[in-house]
């Protein structure tokens, strides 16, 4: 249920695993594709309770590990437009809350790797 926030955060991570066993066989589309949906669940539970510590390490963790298995696969404008994408839905989470300084400080830390993913994707052209 939606209000079980461990049961989600079980289900994107099982996302993640499945979507490292396509990347592993080749399936880079579906691999990626699976990986998203671990990535919508992940940012998801943030929106709905960021004053959870374990939901807050999970966007960065997961996020980060997505855009390394793109960055590995040359997909960066891929892994460049999702973590935007994250970015665009917890910007007004982080607003609200003004005084979560752990939000803030994981937002600042996606905004980073969202960054280091257009100098990789530039430095690879």
Partial sequence: SPENGQANRDLAWSYYFLGEAYLAD?????????????????????????????????VP??????????????????????????????????ESNPMNYALAEMYVNLQKLHDEIGQVATANQ
Avoid: M
């Fill in 26 to 58: 080749g399936k880079h589309n579906v691999g990626l594709d699976t990986l998203e949906q671990g990535v919508a669940i992940i940012q998801d539970r943030c929106v709905a309770d960021s004053t959870d510590a374990r939901t807050r390490k999970d």
């Fill in 61 to 94: 963790l997961y996020l980060g590990k997505y855009v390394y298995n793109c960055g590995e696969l040359g997909f960066h404008d891929r892994a460049k437009k999702t973590c935007y994408n994250v970015l665009l839905v917890l910007q007004p989470v982080v």
